[in-house]
T-cell receptor, first 119, second 114 residues
Framework: AQTVTQSQPEMSVQEAETVTLSCTYDTSESNYYLFWYKQPPSRQMILVIRQEAYKQQNATENRFSVNFQKAAKSFSLKISDSQLGDTAMYFCAFMKHERSSGSARQLTFGSGTQLTVLP | DTAVSQTPKYLVTQMGNDKSIKCEQNLGHDTMYWYKQDSKKFLKIMFSYNNKELIINETVPNRFSPKSPDKAHLNLHINSLELGDSAVYFC?????????????FGSGTRLTVV
């Protein structure tokens, strides 16, 4: 079974600064996907960024980038130029690679990090 | 226009009642899910359906029964509601293939049992 650990329950950052959220995971799988989801106060779960384990290049999406260290089983999220709208709960999640279209594609979530961007 | 829609968004009910939450997706995805988010914001899978077939059934009380009339709909029926069922319930869907696309979530249903 896979586990995902987010060791920072809460973090804060000043507007326009950079912040890094940590995530580690444990798996015996060699091929998998990692995700960061954002949950603002509106409650909606929003996909921020995804990483495929077989790709060495770190994923980036505008101000969001990841530092993926496969050997260390670490997947941190860096938010540059933080904005007030980035205030949210951030969840790291793991999904095993599934070849069969009929297989379960279960997302396993970490416990979340509440990020507050301060004006 | 909404990709994954859940109704209702809020549900307040008394202990012992039976209630249903509906979910529909218009993305053409073949797999749908129910997740429960508890008061500490922890998300745990409850059920997954692929093309109307149940493929994940986690340890959930049998008072919870999912129903998928077609691959675009996955409803959750809860019998004899208890205080501990209070939570936010999320429906989600994903596209066939390897799973690389992740999930698209509905906006959640906040269930409060009083």
């Amino acid at each position: 079974a896979q586990t995902v650990t987010q060791s920072q329950p809460e973090m804060s950052v000043q507007e326009a600064e950079t912040v890094t959220l940590s995530c580690t995971y444990d798996t015996s799988e060699s091929n998998y996907y990692l995700f960061w989801y954002k949950q603002p106060p509106s409650r909606q779960m929003i996909l921020v960024i995804r990483q495929e384990a077989y790709k060495q290049q770190n994923a980036t999406e505008n101000r969001f980038s990841v530092n993926f260290q496969k050997a260390a089983k670490s997947f941190s999220l860096k938010i540059s130029d933080s904005q007030l709208g980035d205030t949210a709960m951030y969840f790291c999640a793991f999904m095993k690679h599934e070849r069969s279209s009929g297989s379960a594609r279960q997302l396993t979530f970490g416990s979340g990090t509440q990020l507050t961007v301060l004006p | 226009d909404t990709a994954v829609s859940q109704t209702p968004k809020y549900l307040v009910t008394q202990m012992g009642n039976d209630k249903s939450i509906k979910c529909e997706q218009n993305l053409g995805h073949d797999t749908m899910y129910w997740y429960k988010q508890d008061s500490k914001k922890f998300l745990k899978i409850m059920f997954s359906y692929n093309n109307k077939e149940l493929i994940i059934n986690e340890t959930v009380p049998n008072r919870f029964s999912p129903k998928s009339p077609d691959k675009a709909h996955l409803n959750l029926h809860i019998n004899s509601l208890e205080l501990g069922d209070s939570a936010v319930y999320f429906c989600a869907s994903s596209q066939g293939g390897t799973g690389a696309g992740g999930y698209t979530f509905g906006s959640g249903t906040r269930l409060t049992v009083v």
